[in-house]
Structure formats: C-alpha cells, structure tokens
C-alpha cells in the first residue's frame, strides 16, 4: 500500500497544527523505516504554483497583482485547482490531505484519480473561518471581502470529495458544527473515522532553575504557562480575564503576540517565539489551555508527555479528558470555575500534585505516544485502502 501524505517536508516544524503533527509522524516513520508513506518532497514533487500565479492573479480575479500575501494566496490556490500537476496522484493507493485548501488545490488531478482521498483538517473552526476571522486582518478582509469569502468553496469541495474524513475524537468535530451553517448538510456520517491525535516525547531543554532565573521568577513563585497564538479562539483574552482574578500568580506566554494586547504587568511575561517551549512549560506549576474552540490541542499532549498539571477549556476534543483530575487534567467552562481550579491546584499536596502528574505521564505513554499513534494510523489505512 502506498501512501502519500500530500504535505511538504520543508513546512515539518515542531510546532502545532499540521505542521507538528505531521513533524512528528515523518520523525517516526524514520526511526522504524517505513517506506510506505510518503511526504511532497520539493526535490520529487512540484507544486503547481510553479506556474507564474503572479502573473496571472489579474486574469482570475480582475485584480491588480497588488494583492496582500493572505489573499494572493488565495486567488492562488483557485488558481492551481484548475491546473494539472506535473505528477500523478494514480501512484498511490491513498493521498492523506491535511488542509482543504491544499485538496482544492488538486482539484484537476483528483478528477481521475482512482484511490481513495483521505482529509484531515485540524483547525479549531472552520478552515476558511479561521483565515477570515484570525489570519488576515480585519483591514485585509474588507479590502478582498469577495475573494476571502471565496475561500468557503475550498471547504465544500474537501469535505464532499473525501472518501473519508477523520478527527481525532467525536468531540473535535464540534468546532465545525459552531463556526459553519453548512457543515451540518455537508456531513457525511459514514465518512467519518476516528484517530487519536499522538505526540512525540518531550525533553526540556534547559531546567526549572534556569528558565524562573532567566526570567526573574522566584522558585516558589506559582507560574502558569501558556503556547499559542495570541487570540480569541485560542482564548487569550480569556487567560487576560483569569489572570485579573488572581493573586501571587505569574504568567508565561509563548507565541507571537496577536492583536490583543497583552497585560501591563511584571507578573505577565511574554517569551515570543521559541522552539524551546517544552522548557517553559517545564518551569510553569500549571499549563493552561483556555480555547473558546478546540480541535485536540497538540500543546497538551506535548504537555502530558512532560507530567505537567494542566487546565483546559471545557470545549471540544479537550472533553475527552473530563474527570482526569487524578491525572492531574482539570477542565473548566466558566472564568470563576477556572479561578477555583487554580487556587485548587496551588494549595495542593506538592506529593500527591507529582503522583498525579507521575500518572499522566503514565496515560500518554498508553494512549498518545507516538508508537500507540503510528500504529494505529497504519491500521486505519489499511482499512481505508480495502474499502
């Protein structure tokens, strides 16, 4: 059976989304040496956006090649879907696609493509959702308003080609029922599978002691550390509400900083970008995860794999982890319930918090580590293929 998952290894990054997820499967699928799946590699595969899209942007949509970077890529992948590829999807048995964007863009090559599609979407709404409403600028959309809202038909189209679609978990699906009216009529029941999201294990790379003396944290101080980007869904604004709430507490973000500015605060430290989170998070008492919207949150599995207590949104695929409280996985849905949790958590036994956190690193090694992932990955494949 062959396999291609239809994402380039260029954009591979320990990082979330698709980009993580997918790191972490090729990292795998190296290790053990399996030569039955296959990422775009930019030195086999050519992406059709290889035809001067620039060039021609003005032919498609009447505009004036000035377009910003969000909504050329737009009109780009428009652009490709009606171009056939310089190889031929027919080689493989399945083609695993990971953004709708991304199928759409193979629209031409899938008409006479024999195997079976596979989608995997992963983001927290909506595909076209999410680049209306946290990726261009609200300046940006009203400027190409048509041309964004455009991009819903990218999102119609993948959902009813696929053969298959799958989530990670029932609950994963909620955010698409939320942020799109036509989801609902879209859906195909029998489509649908199931894959639990896996994760790599994850070493900090510098101490406790070096990032809080780093950062001017005293030892004792009760940190809570957050990974994301730095905006609503992700409930940024909501962690601003919750840290307002309480008292002797610090907070440590990570990620680019959005359009929500940040507190005024000794107590709030913003770190930006980093590729060392897991030593941040390490450092922290308490990692939060206050989405308003959730597919299933890489940064928590990442999180559990280092045995570090953490709060999550009652939302999406984080429901799966209701009443693990004895792992050390506390959920909320309300900004006072989330303030309880944590006074909870910091006045906590220090010998019964590491027993609890002992046991989540205990429950992602037997349900989310990468082993219990690919293995299971390859099953569902298998499956698909003898469909």
Known sequence: MKVLVYFHERYLAPSGGPSGYLYNLKAYRDQIGDGEITF????????????KVRNRLHHIFGSDRSLPENAERVAQVFFESGQKGPYDLNDFDIVHFHSTADMFTQKKNLEDYKGRVVLTSH???????ELIEDVCTPEEYLANKE?????????EYA??????????CREAEEPYFHTWEKYEALRDEKKILYLPTGAGKCEPGRSRSEIRSELGIPDERFVISFVGRHNEVKGYDRLIAL?????????????????????????WIEVGWTDDTYSYVNASDLFILPNRETYFDLALLETMSLGRSALISRTGGNKIFEGMEDRGIYTFGSEDE???AVQFIKNEDPAVKREKEA????????????EKFYGSYKK??????KA
Do not use: W
Not at 159 to 168: H, L
Not at 380 to 385: T, V, Y
């Open 243 to 267: 840290f307002g709430k309480l008292e002797d507490v610090t907070v440590v973000c990570c990620g680019n900083k959005g359009r929500i500015d940040p507190p005024e605060s000794s107590d």
């Open 40 to 51: 775009l590699n930019p030195k086999e595969f050519h992406s059709s956006g290889a035809f």
């Open 338 to 340: 989330a303030v309880r």
């Open 123 to 129: 983001t927290p709404k909506a595909p076209h959702r």
């Open 359 to 370: 046991a989540m690193k205990v429950l992602f090694e037997q349900e989310y580590s990468m």
């Open 380 to 385: 569902l494949l298998s499956r698909i293929g």
């Open 147 to 155: 041309l964004f809202d455009s991009a819903e038909t990218f999102d």
């Open 159 to 168: 959902f009813t080609r696929a053969d298959c679609v799958i989530f990670p």
